[in-house]
């Protein structure tokens, strides 16, 4: 049985403490559940966050790199893939996940989470602002759930993987 990936996704560089932390525990938990992490890879912000999170509760990683080379690569990354392919990578975060899960937003953040909704996959929205809640909210309301806590979030994503609302 092919085990779930669950993609967390984020503000890099301009990620904010609170978002970090949220993004480890979030890793942490994911890797628990026995579920596979993908992220964009790299070494800052929510990425690097949530891929220290997973590794440090022996969980399996995959960072999908915009770039041609792994220079900015998270340390704790088990599989890398390179791309070259710039920010259009959030694809394929975004087809290789069962359930997309934003933690913070930014404008690649946004970008995936877009792309999600539009190809039907759920998604989880994770301390992001209220503005952004609504905003995603009204474009697919059975398939974006806010939930304020990595917890509620591993909770939601046993029910979509339950009912069978991935892919």
């Not at 990620?15 to 559940?33: D, F, K, N, P, R």
């Not at 964009?40 to 399996?60: E, I, K, S, T």
Request: one cysteine or more; glycine letters at 12%; charged letters at 15%.
């Amino acid at each position: 049985m092919r085990k779930p990936i669950i993609g967390v996704m984020g503000p890099g560089d301009a990620a904010t403490e609170s978002e970090t932390q949220l993004a480890y525990h979030l890793g942490q938990l994911i890797a628990q559940q026995g579920w596979v992490l993908l992220t964009g890879g790299r070494n800052c912000g929510v990425m690097d966050a949530a891929n220290r999170g997973a590794q440090q509760a022996n969980g399996l990683t995959i960072g999908i790199l915009p770039d041609a080379d792994d220079r900015n690569l998270s340390a704790a990354v088990d599989l890398a893939i390179v791309t070259g392919m710039g920010n259009a990578r959030n694809i394929i975060n975004v087809l290789s996940s069962q359930v997309v899960i934003a933690c913070g937003m930014g404008s690649g953040t946004a970008s995936e989470v877009s792309l999600a909704l539009k190809v039907g996959k759920p998604v989880i929205l994770l301390g992001c602002e209220t503005v952004s809640q609504r905003f995603f909210q009204q474009l697919a309301p059975e398939r974006v759930t806010v939930t304020e806590t990595p917890t509620a979030a591993i909770e939601q994503v046993h029910r979509w993987l339950k009912t069978g609302h991935s892919s």
